[in-house]
């Protein structure tokens, strides 16, 4: 089997109050991701691109719908079983980063290792942070790194757990150019053994880095790009913002 998620024609709604009607946010999404494959989402600031995200890992349970991770259909576990399940095979970087504020940055990622894998590989962890040059200040804490520093930190900790799935909400949002291109390139990498990542991005030259590009707009999948070129997801996402 070449896929590792699938999504049957998930719909995410969020109920308003009495007055007001529910939120339809997404409309039903099918996709696959497969496995070695880098898949990029983009799509216009309230798409759905991160609800999706959310509901493609069982962050968030859809409205109605299907999501199936590696042969699991994860609307069928309950919530031990889902955070169980997500240990053990996804990790996401988060938009917001989500990084424990009283822990170090080393102890962000070794924490994370610990509860995917039982046990802190301390090598490892600093390679991680090694990787998004992070070494040499590993023992601040989030609120003593920079913005750009806290998303490398959230990047390191995905990577180190090593997940068959990463999911990484717009992971160069806070970053420089420089450091934007090298956490890409790791994200890119990281599909060379089978693994997958998907990402949402409203850098276009990032969104072209993926294997597929997924259109979004209005919680629906509005176009699919293979490989595309940079001008192609820009002729792509400007197609769907007028029509
Ligand atoms: N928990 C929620 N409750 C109500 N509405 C929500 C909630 N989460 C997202 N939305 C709405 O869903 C739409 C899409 O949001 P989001 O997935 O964050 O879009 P994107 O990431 O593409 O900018 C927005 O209109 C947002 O206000
Ligand atoms: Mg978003």
Same mark, same amino acid.
């Given at each position: 089997m070449n896929t590792i998620l699938e999504t049957d024609n998930i719909t995410r709604s969020f109920s308003g109050d009495r007055r007001t009607?529910?939120?339809? #946010?997404?409309?039903?999404?099918?996709?696959? #991701?497969r496995k070695g494959e880098m898949l990029t989402i983009v799509g216009p600031s309230g798409s759905g691109k991160s609800t999706l995200l959310q509901c493609m890992s069982g962050l968030d349970a859809v409205t109605s719908g299907s999501v199936t991770i590696a042969g699991t259909a994860i609307g069928e576990l309950n919530l031990d079983q889902t955070a169980a399940f997500r240990r053990n095979n996804i990790a996401f970087v988060f938009q917001a980063y989500n990084l424990l504020p009283a822990f170090t940055a080393f102890d962000n990622v070794a924490l994370a290792m610990r509860m995917s894998r039982g046990s802190v590989d301390r090598a490892a962890v600093r390679s991680a942070?090694?990787?998004?040059?992070?070494?040499? #200040?590993?023992? $601040? $804490?989030?609120?003593?790194?920079?913005?750009?520093?806290?998303? $490398? #930190?959230?990047?390191? $900790?995905?990577?180190?757990?090593?997940?068959?799935?990463?999911?990484?909400?717009?992971?160069?949002?806070?970053l420089d150019t420089e450091a934007g291109s090298r956490v890409l390139k790791l994200l890119r990498d990281y599909t060379v053994d089978g693994?997958?990542?998907?990402?949402?991005?409203?850098?276009?030259?990032?969104a072209a880095l993926g294997d597929r590009v997924l259109v979004l707009r209005d919680g629906q999948i509005h176009g699919e790009l293979i490989s595309p070129s940079v001008s192609q997801v820009l002729d792509a996402v400007e197609h769907a913002r007028r029509s």
């Open positions: 009607e529910p939120t339809h #946010v997404l409309k039903g999404i099918s996709l696959k #991701v942070l090694q990787s998004v040059d992070l070494a040499d #200040v590993s023992d $601040r $804490r989030p609120g003593q790194l920079s913005g750009g520093q806290q998303q $490398r #930190v959230a990047i390191a $900790r995905a990577l180190a757990t090593s997940p068959h799935l990463l999911f990484a909400d717009e992971p160069t949002g806070a693994k997958s990542v998907v990402m949402v991005t409203h850098d276009l030259e990032a």
